[in-house]
Structure formats: C-alpha cells, structure tokens
C-alpha cells in the first residue's frame, strides 16, 4: 500500500509530509540567506521552518508579553499577529 500526498509547492512540485507540519521561513522565496542554516560540514544550507503547532503558543505569548510592555509603559503599541509572526523565531 502507497500513501499518495497532494500537496504542491509553488514551483509545481510535489511536498513532502512535513510541509503540512511546518511554515517555511518567509525569506525562503527571496534566497535570503537567513532563511538557511549552515550544515556544518555539508555543503548545502538547510532552510528555516517552524513547527505550525508551535506557532498559535508562541504567538500567544508574545501577544502577552506585549500587553505586559504596554501595561508598564516600556512600549506604546503591542505589534500586531503578522509582525509576531514574522519575528517569531523560526527553527530548523
């Protein structure tokens, strides 16, 4: 028995399992070099995801962390999801 995936990525190719699990880092579709992680010895970078299920939490806590900063006057405006997002710390 063979599982079949449909998803496509944006070049037409067929993803791997995992593209449903992570967000690809969003310099990915420039090449922008801090959406790669050097691999040590290998020659190829590895690109940056994050864990989707990882995403909302973190987000969440920032959104808190934020609201506190606001509270105590340290900041005016909390950011909104998209900045949070975008500042998340994106893993490999």
């Given at each position: 028995?063979?599982?079949?995936?449909s998803?496509m990525?944006?070049?037409g190719k067929p993803?791997?399992?995992?593209?449903?699990?992570?967000?690809?880092?969003?310099?990915?579709?420039?090449?922008?070099?801090s959406?790669y992680?050097?691999s040590g010895?290998m020659?190829s970078?590895?690109?940056?995801?994050?864990?989707m299920?990882?995403?909302?939490?973190?987000?969440e806590?920032?959104?808190e962390?934020?609201?506190r900063l606001?509270?105590e006057?340290r900041?005016?405006?909390?950011?909104?999801?998209a900045?949070i997002?975008?500042d998340?710390?994106l893993?490999?």
């Open positions: 028995m063979s599982i079949h995936f998803l990525g944006k070049d993803k791997k399992w995992w593209a449903e699990l992570f967000l690809d880092h969003p310099g990915l579709d420039n090449k922008d070099a959406a992680v050097e010895t020659v970078k590895s690109k940056k995801v994050y864990c299920a990882c995403m909302p939490v973190h987000v806590q920032l959104r962390e934020d609201r606001v509270n006057g900041i005016t405006t909390a950011q909104n999801d900045k997002q975008a998340c710390e893993i490999n």
